[in-house]
């Protein structure tokens, strides 16, 4: 398994969890993909983007079970990062662990 990472806020976990889809956030929308991290990706994704976010979800999912919906493309620093171009569902989530 390649982990790959969603932060939730607890607002989005708790709809995510209730619905069993999740479309994305507002930002993820403006960018037309689901942002994800690998596992240390994700530690500065939550220091730059989360540090003020309380009840913090980390929602896991195998990159390889994810299928051509997820692109490997350059963002920070040119670094390759995960993008989801579909919605994600229940049955992509292999762990969810608070923050």
């Given amino acids: 398994m390649r982990p790959v990472v969603k932060?939730?806020?607890?607002?989005?976990?708790?709809?995510?969890?209730?619905t069993g889809r999740f479309?994305?956030?507002p930002d993820d929308a403006r960018?037309?993909?689901?942002?994800?991290?690998?596992?240390?990706?994700?530690l500065v994704t939550?220091?730059?983007y989360?540090?003020?976010?309380a009840g913090l979800v980390a929602v896991t999912c195998d990159a390889d079970a994810l299928?051509?919906?997820?692109?490997?493309?350059?963002?920070?620093?040119g670094d390759l990062f995960?993008?989801?171009?579909r919605a994600l569902v229940r049955a992509d989530i292999v762990a969810?662990?608070?923050?």
Avoid: M
């Fill in 46 to 48: 939550c220091a730059k």
């Fill in 67 to 77: 299928g051509a919906a997820l692109r490997w493309e350059a963002s920070r620093g």
């Fill in 50 to 53: 989360f540090a003020d976010a």
């Fill in 23 to 25: 479309d994305g956030s």
């Fill in 31 to 42: 960018d037309g993909f689901i942002h994800l991290s690998t596992p240390e990706q994700a």
């Fill in 82 to 85: 995960p993008h989801l171009y």
């Fill in 7 to 18: 932060l939730l806020r607890a607002a989005e976990w708790a709809a995510f969890d209730a």
């Fill in 96 to 99: 969810v662990e608070p923050l």
